[in-house]
């Protein structure tokens, strides 16, 4: 059945096309068959015939090349959609920005760890694999000696408590992004499974400042306990006499409490 109101004769998309079926048939193809075809009243049926084959190549093959990239004509102002790199190969990934408990709002300046304090944040892992890397973005240094020692835990009924491996990065350095790529152990995690990451303030001369994810104030939280949810988030757990970062086997120093995560980036 011909198009509606048109020429049953296709002088050039039917003809070039009619030995090709339309598992073979590519978006370079249709570039080459429309090519010659101007963009005038003239040319509607052999316009319409083409995008009725385009179409139905799309929907035979699943194929959206030529629709979403561009083809032979090199159309820069197609978009081209990708998954996102999950596995955080390239770009680090902020696992503490992520959802259920992360948010989007930003502090640049924000004095989250104090010196001696241990504090925790909850956290889903987006991959399966081992973290290769972490980096964080200081804003102010901490003076002649400090590091922050970043530990990623095992959950255990919503609560830290497995030290799986702890990254160690030197926050007497000049301020901008600080990586770190060395670990006490490897830190293996299973994409969906709740992890906690420990922040410790290890011998800071001067409280050095990073950048932050302000959960306290937008964000979501395991520990929120209001039964209205109008009270403050309790978006950590703290302990404020610790030593450092250990596996956890007695919870009575601990207390939960309101504070907003560093910015941490993870690789895989």
């Not at 048939?25 to 090519?35: K, Q, R």
């Not at 963009?39 to 194929?63: H, P, Q, W, Y």
């Not at 002649?144 to 830290?160: I, K, R």
Request: aromatic share 8%.
């Amino acid at each position: 059945m011909p198009l509606p109101d048109a020429d049953k004769k296709s002088p050039r998309v039917y003809t070039l096309l009619q030995n090709q079926d339309l598992e073979n048939v590519t978006a370079d193809t249709l570039a080459d068959v429309a090519d010659p075809i101007a963009i005038e009243e003239a040319n509607e049926d052999e316009l319409r015939r083409l995008c009725l084959v385009a179409f139905a190549r799309m929907v035979t093959k699943g194929s959206f090349d030529g629709w979403l990239t561009s083809s032979g004509g090199g159309n820069e102002f197609n978009g081209e959609l990708t998954k996102y790199n999950w596995d955080g190969d390239t770009d680090p990934i902020r696992v503490l920005a992520l959802a259920p408990y992360g948010c989007v709002d930003r502090n640049h300046s924000d004095q989250s760890i104090e010196n001696g304090q241990l504090t925790w944040f909850p956290f889903i892992s987006p991959f399966t694999g081992t973290v290769s890397e972490v980096d964080v973005y200081m804003n102010q240094n901490s003076g002649g000696t400090g590091a922050l020692d970043l530990g990623f835990y095992s959950d255990n009924d919503g609560v830290p408590q497995t030290l799986l491996g702890e990254f160690v990065i030197d926050t007497t350095v000049g301020a901008g992004t600080l990586t770190q790529t060395t670990s006490s152990a490897d830190v293996d995690l299973t994409r969906g499974t709740q992890y906690w990451m420990g922040m410790f303030g290890d011998n800071f001369a001067s409280q050095p400042q990073f950048t932050a994810i302000d959960i306290q104030a937008s964000g979501s939280s395991a520990l929120q306990v209001a039964a209205n949810g109008v009270s403050g988030i309790n978006s950590a757990i703290i302990d404020s006499s610790s030593s450092g970062n250990a596996t956890i086997t007695d919870w009575t120093a601990l207390a939960p409490t309101t504070g907003n995560p560093i910015n941490v980036g993870v690789k895989f």
